[in-house]
């Protein structure tokens, strides 16, 4: 936009640097989840179907049904282009949500509290495509204000005018929050709970809490994991380049991955379709490094969706073993089949189960579907403060309760894997979480209940700048420029009775 002022100096552009059921909560590792994708045609949208409308009409089902960003798949009828701006308006305007009621609020001339829902919503709505968007600015205040008569907020029109107008002319001077706290001025700025900010200030300090806040704004690049079985990380990058893709190696696993800033070149080549490679971050792949699977031995993932771990874990091993790829979910399960036969990999067997019941099934021919394994690898449930930066509704989905809820039920994940790993094998725990008490507190407990298993470094495995000095994995966004992740190796005395 020439010489407008940048207001994403908050992370909107990061470019290439670099729930409480069981079920819920799972999410956390995909961007999907076991239900089916809320279609755009089962939303009611009002007015002309078009970007914006979508969006608005995703947006009010987002608050008052809290549904899922990642499920709300935009309407058959709008054309690709289309369909990306919807996506982008719906994640922009929920992740800037708390900033954005500020800026309504501070501009608005009445009482916040009587301000007509919908006209809220399309204030949200034109103040993200005003500030963040490439849109001119006249533009965004014209179709804010025709959007309030297409959804029967007339008598709101001239407010919407007024409102984005001003901010338009205040741009370089916006109206900052003055709440005499400057912890939750900050979180006000950059639109996070104040309870996580006040968390994550007393762990990492005013610096990198400011830079953790600016990565989970930011638009996130994608990893892609190249299928070595198939292609070359140098022949995808090749084909990426003719496509003018922007992309450059991965800074933590060169030999597999390239980050990309736009997944829709990848997806226009088929690279995808074709088994050449996944979407999958740097984060995710590194607890596979960890986990360290061998040719010819037996691994069991016990929460296996979307399948990227568990399909990593077999092309490491040449597809030579087995890989047991367990979800309680079946429309997941299918996830996971699906993209086993896209990669070509025979060695991945998929099945639904849950894992505190896992000892009670059975297989086709009577046996116990899972057996003891040489490596089992439990990817929790969590909070996924990791990944903040891809799911832009986590942040408003999590309270201070929920992590004690989530250790419970770590726990007694743990404690079932725990009796799937063979002597002398290994349990791999690992989350996508940044706080302690999912992380190395659950591995300490874990210990204290399970004399028969000790902790082992990941040194050797990974970088060692992602190896902290109790030998477990751990990215940081701040940090590290990849999604927070968590993980430890927990070995099995070889001298335990099988259970």
Not at 180 to 186: R, S, T
Not at 226 to 251: F, I, K, M, W, Y
Not at 284 to 309: M, N, T
Request: hydrophobic content about 40%.
């Amino acid at each position: 936009m020439g010489d407008r002022p940048d207001h994403r100096g908050m992370g909107e552009e990061r470019g290439t640097a670099r729930p409480w059921d069981r079920s819920r909560v799972a999410d956390t590792r995909s961007a999907g989840g076991a239900e089916e994708p809320v279609r755009g045609d089962r939303l009611h949208v009002e007015g002309p179907l078009n970007a914006r409308s979508w969006a608005l009409a995703a947006l009010r089902r987002i608050e008052e049904d809290r549904a899922y960003v990642a499920r709300l798949e935009p309407d058959a009828g709008l054309g690709p282009g289309a369909r990306r701006t919807a996506t982008d308006y719906v994640a922009g305007v929920t992740r800037w949500r708390r900033w954005l009621d500020h800026l309504i609020d501070a501009t608005f001339s009445g009482q916040p509290e009587n301000l007509d829902q919908r006209a809220r919503q399309v204030l949200r709505l034109g103040i993200y495509e005003l500030l963040y968007a490439s849109t001119p600015p006249h533009a965004a205040v014209h179709a804010a204000v025709s959007l309030a008569k297409d959804v029967g907020a007339e008598k709101a029109m001239g407010l919407v005018n007024a409102v984005l107008r001003n901010l338009d002319n205040r741009r370089d001077d916006l109206p900052q929050p003055a709440t005499g706290d400057p912890l939750e001025d900050l979180a006000i700025r950059h639109s996070h709970p104040s309870w996580l900010v006040k968390r994550w200030r007393d762990r990492f300090g005013i610096d990198q809490l400011t830079a953790l806040l600016n990565w989970n704004n930011a638009r996130p690049s994608h990893g892609l994991r190249v299928n070595r079985l198939r292609t070359t990380v140098a022949d995808v990058a090749g084909e990426l380049a003719e496509l003018e893709a922007p992309q450059e190696p991965s800074t933590w696993l060169p030999d597999d991955l390239i980050r990309v800033t736009r997944l829709q070149p990848v997806l226009a080549a088929g690279l995808l379709t074709r088994g050449l490679c996944v979407v999958q971050d740097e984060a995710a792949a590194l607890v596979v490094r960890v986990l360290d699977p061998q040719r010819g031995e037996s691994i069991i993932d016990v929460c296996a969706a979307p399948g990227g771990k568990a399909t990593y874990a077999a092309e490491l091993m040449k597809d030579r073993g087995q890989v047991l790829a367990l979800d309680v979910h079946p429309g997941k399960v299918k996830l996971i089949e699906a993209a086993a036969a896209r990669l070509g990999l025979k060695s991945v067997r998929c099945a639904v189960a849950d894992l505190l019941s896992l000892h009670e099934l059975r297989d086709e021919s009577g046996q116990p579907l899972a057996r003891q394994a040489d490596r089992v690898l439990l990817d929790a449930p969590c909070s996924g403060t990791g990944v903040m930066a891809r799911r832009a509704d986590l942040r408003w989905n999590r309270e201070p309760g929920d992590l004690a809820t989530l250790c419970k039920t770590q726990d007694a994940m743990l404690d079932a894997a725990a009796a799937l790993v063979r002597p002398d094998g290994l349990l791999v725990y690992s989350t996508c979480s940044l706080e302690p008490e999912e992380n190395e507190a659950r591995v300490d407990a874990f210990l204290e209940r399970h004399p028969d298993f000790g902790l082992e470094s990941a040194a050797g495995l990974i970088p060692a700048d992602l190896v902290d000095e109790r030998g477990f994995y751990r990215s940081l966004p701040q940090r590290h420029g990849i999604d927070g992740g968590f993980a430890a190796r927990l070995r099995r005395n070889r001298m335990v009775a099988r259970r």
